[in-house]
Structures are given as C-alpha cells and as structure tokens.
C-alpha cells in the first residue's frame, strides 16, 4: 500500500516529504479523518474533492464501496490507474455548477478535506449544497479545511519559508503577503482574497488560494445546512485553532419535522 500511495502527487508532497513537520502535520491530518470514517465503517463512503485518491485507498478496506470525486479529469484517470484496482473503489467527476444534483442520500460517510478554501464564495456554497444532497440521512460529513488566520498563521508562514527554501513540494510557489496583509491576518482581521484564473485543458478556471481564508465562514455555512456535531482543530488538538493548522467539523444532516409536529396551512381565514 505504502508504494501505491507514494505514487501520488499529493502523497508524495506532504504525507511522504523529506520535511519531518510536513509529514507530521499531514499525516494526523489523515490519521484523524480515518478515525472519524471509521464510525461508519461497512458502509459506503464518498470523498469530494480526491484528489490523488490518497485517502480513498488508505480507508477502501473499512467500506463496502468507496468513491472519489474530483474535478479534474486528467487526475481521475491517474486515480483510476493506480487504485482502480482496489476492491470497492471507483473515481468520477464531481457534478459541474449547471449540472442537477443527483437526490442521492446514500453515502453512510462524506468527506471534503481541504477543498473549500479553494473555492469562490458561489461554489463553495454550492458544493456544501451537495454534500447535504449525497450524505445519507443517519450518515456523517466530514470536513477539514486550514487554518489561516490568527497566530499560526505565522508559524504556518515561516514552515513555508523554510519548506520552499529547501525545494519541497510546490512550496517555493507559496503566497506572499505584505506586512500589512499578514498583521491583519494574524489579528483576525480580513484581507482581500485573489482568485488565481487561467485556461487550461478542460477551459477557464479560477479558485483562491489559501491567502485570506477565513475558516470560521465555512463554519458559519456548515452550521447552517448540518448539524455540527463535533469540531477539532489539529495537529495539536488540545490547543484549539490558535496554535493549530486544520480545522474540523463533524456533521449531521438536520431531522426533518414530523408530520405531525408541522404546522398545518389554515383554509377558511
């Protein structure tokens, strides 16, 4: 298993670099995401926003079926080269923004880690949208997104510094932040966030970095499509989001009213 997942791009930066922290932040990161899942265990399982599939492969045992989806069709394939074989596993592509939403509330165990930083504030809503439409009615959401604000966000920056001074990983093409901007983040405060845009195979594109994202509005639009049932915040959960650099949410779907208990529409007023 360990030579599968070191040939992904993903797994190969951060769950396998040189760089001791890297692996040590990364590695609880996925360490506590298989706990979670693991609730579920048997089940059915579906990872938005897979990327190399890392975490598909390091849970596939523990489900019935387990699914990746991504947006990109190219890292699918490599996906479906490398893991397709693995019982249980598939990959396919996420549903694009026109697309209907297949009512499909059947994954026992949903994840979506480290994805919607990424995202423009239209398609991020859009996509917990769909993790609502695809999780299961007694089934779990599970959620990580880094912290980047606040106190760690320096140490989080010097890490960088030093990841990309040494040629790591994609590191040496971090952001950079004025004075002004990293005062302002560190207090709490907002900074302006810069989709980066292009063209690529499959057409335009723009999605944020990590520079200026704020956790606590994911938090705000989770809580108000889910139930949050648990939050953590790692590599070092006792220290809450001040020193940490992931933070987790652990979701249900809201119980829908009874019948019974449901008002009933008046006729004759």
């Known amino acids: 298993m360990d030579d599968l997942l070191k040939s992904g791009d993903y797994a190969r930066k951060q769950l396998y670099c040189p760089s001791g922290l890297v692996r040590w932040s990364h590695g609880s990161r996925f360490e506590l995401a298989r706990a979670l899942a693991a609730a579920r265990a048997g089940g059915r399982l579906l990872d938005y926003g897979c990327g190399d599939g890392t975490f598909v492969a390091m849970v596939h045992a523990g489900f019935r079926e387990a699914v990746g989806l991504d947006v990109d069709p190219n890292q699918l394939a490599q996906c479906a080269a490398r893991l397709g074989h693995l019982p249980g596993v598939r990959f396919a592509l996420t549903p694009a923004p026109r697309d209907p939403l297949p009512a499909t509330r059947e994954w026992d165990v949903v994840t979506c880690m480290e994805v919607l930083e990424h995202c423009l504030e239209d398609e991020r809503r859009r996509v917990i949208d769909a993790l609502a439409r695809f999780v299961a009615p007694s089934g779990l959401v599970i959620v990580s997104v880094p912290i980047e604000i606040g106190p760690s966000l320096a140490g989080k920056h010097v890490a960088r510094m030093i990841a990309g001074a040494r040629g790591l990983g994609d590191y040496r093409h971090r952001e950079r932040y004025s004075p002004i901007e990293m005062l302002r983040s560190i207090a709490g405060l907002p900074i302006a966030r810069v989709p980066?845009?292009?063209?690529?195979?499959?057409?335009?594109?723009?999605?944020y970095g990590h520079k200026g994202f704020d956790y606590r509005d994911v938090a705000r639009e989770l809580a108000a499509r889910f139930t949050i049932a648990q939050r953590f915040?790692?590599?070092?959960?006792?220290?809450?989001?001040?020193l940490n650099s992931q933070a987790w949410f652990v979701c249900s779907s809201r119980a829908r009213p009874s019948a019974a208990s449901e008002p009933r529409e008046r006729s004759g007023e």
């Open 196 to 207: 980066v845009e292009g063209r690529g195979p499959d057409g335009p594109y723009r999605y």
């Open 233 to 242: 915040y790692t590599p070092m959960r006792l220290l809450g989001p001040i």
